[in-house]
């Protein structure tokens, strides 16, 4: 079963779906704790610690070079025994960092590889880990649909790989739409990570396509008459 970790920084709203039995676990970058309004990532990110005890989250890096990148990733480890380290797969450069991985794997950091694309780059980071590290693989699914690419073989390739990997779990990011849970589910992802507003609509998953029509014109009816249309 395909888990769903939410992606969120926002603190009030973690503290609300960390009750929720449907989210596993949490993500979150640089622009989301951006957008909650963060202005000292260390202190913000101890503050959603404390909402945020028990479940997995992901904290990311924003160094760009490799000695500065590795100070980040043990200082992030330090903060809770919940943490998973998110590592971009390539820096600013276009550099695989790949030597930031194995050297967190052989301290056995838990990360999130993000910002993935192929299965290539899902292949480099296999070979740069060890078989005890807890490593998440997150592949931009959304992003790519967003540039026209079809990101189902990726994900499929990667998962068969993976599969030699007890330790290693495929993660789909960039949700664009709540039927994404399904293709991930179908495919046999073993996280996906999803805004609440997604999550809310997965959770009421299971409507007939009667109730649907029901619904869509009832609610054109409604709209119709508050705005007093006449013909």
């Not at 926002?10 to 951006?34: A, C, E, H, Q, W």
């Not at 992030?76 to 967190?104: D, R, T």
């Not at 056995?108 to 299965?119: E, Q």
């Not at 009421?204 to 249309?229: C, E, M, P, W």
Request: proline share 4%.
């Amino acid at each position: 079963m395909t888990q769903i970790y939410c992606d969120i920084a926002d603190i009030k709203t973690i503290k609300k779906y960390s009750k929720k039995k449907i989210v596993k676990g949490f993500t979150t970058n640089p622009t989301l704790m951006r957008k909650a309004g963060a202005k000292n990532y260390e202190l913000y990110s101890k503050e959603i610690l404390k909402v945020c005890k028990k479940k997995p989250i992901s904290f990311e890096v924003f160094a760009d070079d490799y000695k500065n990148i590795i100070e980040q990733a043990f200082k992030i480890k330090s903060w809770g025994k919940n943490i998973y380290v998110k590592i971009p797969v390539e820096n600013s450069k276009g550099i695989f960092m790949g030597k930031v991985i194995s050297e967190l794997s052989k301290k056995n950091i838990k990360m999130n590889i993000t910002a993935v694309y192929t299965y290539k780059q899902t292949a480099k980071i296999l070979s740069k880990i060890k078989k005890k590290t807890n490593v998440i693989i997150s592949i931009f699914a959304g992003r790519a649909s967003d540039a026209g690419k079809d990101p189902i073989p990726e994900i499929k390739k990667s998962l068969l790989r993976a599969k030699k990997y007890p330790n290693v779990k495929i993660l789909w990011a960039s949700v664009r739409e709540p039927y994404n849970y399904i293709h991930a589910s179908q495919l046999g992802c073993h996280i996906i990570t999803v805004p609440p507003s997604i999550i809310s609509k997965i959770e009421k998953f299971g409507k007939t396509f009667k109730r649907l029509t029901y619904d869509t014109v009832k609610a054109f009816l409604i709209d119709s008459k508050k705005s007093k249309f006449k013909i």
